[in-house]
Nanobody, 116 residues
Framework: QVQLAQSGGGLVQAGGSLRLSCAASRSTAGLGQIVWYRQGSGNQREVVASETTGGGTNFADSVKGRFSISRDNTKNTVYLQMNSLKPEDTAVYYC??????????WGQGTQVTVSS
């Protein structure tokens, strides 16, 4: 079992930045991939970014060049750095751990609101 605790959301003006944290209850290095999703009001959940087991990263076209992923293994935490935020980035953001054993664990979600 792995618990994921998210933090770092909030309200920011367009053009601003936020950093979301996804802290795991145990080390996730090599355990699977971290996937960041978001769900805006009335929208389906979409993949924003992911970090593979090997450390590679992938980003949705809508956030490429603005979002980045980093991790601090000493804190079992993965970060989603969001820069140049736009109103359309407004959503609830979730982190998910998809393990190599076929399990999936979710954070509780955190609201990001970008005002114009």
């Amino acid at each position: 079992q792995v618990q994921l605790a998210q933090s770092g959301g909030g309200l920011v003006q367009a053009g601003g930045s936020l950093r979301l944290s996804c802290a795991a209850s145990r080390s996730t290095a090599g355990l699977g991939q971290i996937v960041w999703y978001r769900q805006g009001s009335g929208n389906q959940r979409e993949v924003v970014a992911s970090e593979t087991t090997g450390g590679g990263t992938n980003f949705a076209d809508s956030v490429k060049g603005r979002f980045s992923i980093s991790r601090d293994n000493t804190k079992n935490t993965v970060y989603l750095q969001m820069n140049s935020l736009k109103p359309e980035d407004t959503a609830v953001y979730y982190c998910s751990l998809q393990t190599i054993f076929g399990h999936e664990y979710w954070g509780q979600g955190t609201q990001v609101t970008v005002s114009s």
